[in-house]
């Protein structure tokens, strides 16, 4: 089944505590992506990768790291968490950047509280 | 000028009836509106999408409406049903050569069906 796979789905952390959330996807997709969901905020991103070893920042990089080292996986790194990253998180992906229009898969999301 | 505006908040209606959930945008160089729909404990999955070039999308109960000289769209859920009761996004990306996937979400539509 083609999917994108987040874990952990629920995590409880304390300030300051590094934490990584993985993220991966089965159907080869070029592009992958990191948002945050808040109430009243929608979602927003947070990085991007439009291929292995090329990530961008997005809207809202502070206090977040990715990597890209395979093209399958993009796992959002937290290195000393704080309160205000408690959070909604969303992994996306799409078969390719240079496609104007294509359709972005989401993974299940991963909800964090940072205490 | 990055921002989309999505009303209104939260949406109850009766089963059968239309459900309209409208977005608007500043930076017309946006050439790609989708909306997504997310149910609780999962990630959002794309609906429906339309490009500038067209004023009307339709897909079965579903239909986008496209003003582009107002710069506003909407979703009409007709004969909507409990079954379609979840959060719904709109959305905006620019497309091109610039393309970098992002999307820009709007800040969500509760929608409940009552039976």
């Known amino acids: 089944e083609a999917q994108v796979t987040q874990n952990p789905r629920y995590l409880i952390t304390v300030t300051g505590k590094k934490l990584t959330v993985t993220c991966s996807q089965n159907?080869?997709?070029?592009?992958m992506s990191w948002y945050r969901q808040d109430p009243g905020l929608g979602l927003r991103q947070i990085y991007y990768?439009?291929?292995?070893?090329?990530?961008d920042k997005g809207d809202v990089p502070e206090g977040y790291k990715v990597s890209r080292k395979e093209k399958r996986n993009f796992p959002l790194i937290l290195e000393s968490p704080s309160p205000n990253q408690t959070s909604l998180y969303f992994c996306?992906?799409?078969?390719?950047?240079?496609?104007?229009?294509?359709?972005?898969?989401f993974g299940p999301g991963t909800r964090l509280t940072v205490l | 000028q990055q921002q989309v505006k999505q009303s209104p908040q939260s949406l109850i209606v009766q089963k059968g009836g239309i459900s309209i959930i409208n977005c608007a945008y500043e930076n017309t160089a946006f050439d790609y509106f989708p909306w997504y729909q997310q149910f609780p404990g999962k990630g959002p999955a794309l609906l429906i999408a339309i490009r500038p070039d067209v004023s009307e999308k339709k897909e079965g109960r579903f239909t986008i409406s496209f003003n582009k000289s107002a710069k506003q769209f909407s979703l009409h859920i007709m004969d909507s049903q409990p079954g379609d009761s979840a959060t719904y996004f709109c959305?905006?990306?620019?497309?091109?050569?610039?393309?970098?996937?992002?999307?820009?979400f709007g800040q969500g539509t509760t929608l409940q069906v009552k039976p």
């Open positions: 990768s439009m291929n292995v070893e090329v990530t």
């Open positions: 159907m080869n997709h070029e592009y």
């Open positions: 996306a992906s799409r078969p390719g950047a240079g496609a104007s229009y294509n359709e972005q898969f």
């Open positions: 959305a905006a990306s620019i497309g091109g050569s610039s393309n970098t996937g992002k999307l820009i």
